[in-house]
């Protein structure tokens, strides 16, 4: 079985090596994108979610398993989708989670 998981993933690899390198390149030019060229608010709970999520993406070259990668991502879309306990903040912390997600996925595109 490991025999197998490593011919296919080596066979993978080898497909997706130029997209991976486009997406590497991608990422390395936002490297310096600051929360607000996004145009979301600069505010400490929002740097705090978005660290955490990067900390938690930049680990999952360490595992080795696809559920441990999946588990990975799980996690930092956790981090950014968390929301505060306060009931008069919830509003404005979900507005605040569309406007991160709506900002992504326009970076995707």
Do not use: W
Not at 47 to 61: F, H, K, Q
Not at 62 to 67: A, Q
Not at 75 to 86: A, M, N, P
């Amino acid at each position: 079985m490991e025999e197998t998981y490593d011919v296919v993933f080596f066979k993978i690899s080898q497909l997706v090596q130029e997209i991976d390198v486009e997406v590497s390149n991608v990422l390395e030019s936002m490297s310096c994108l600051d929360i607000v060229q996004l145009g979301l608010p600069d505010s400490h709970v929002i740097r705090r979610r978005v660290d955490s999520a990067v900390d938690t993406l930049r680990r999952i070259g360490s595992y080795r398993t696809p559920s441990d990668k999946l588990d990975s991502l799980l996690k930092s879309i956790t981090h950014l989708s968390e929301f505060h306990t306060d009931s008069s903040k919830n509003h404005a912390a979900k507005k605040t989670n569309d406007d991160i997600y709506l900002r992504l996925s326009r970076l995707n595109s």
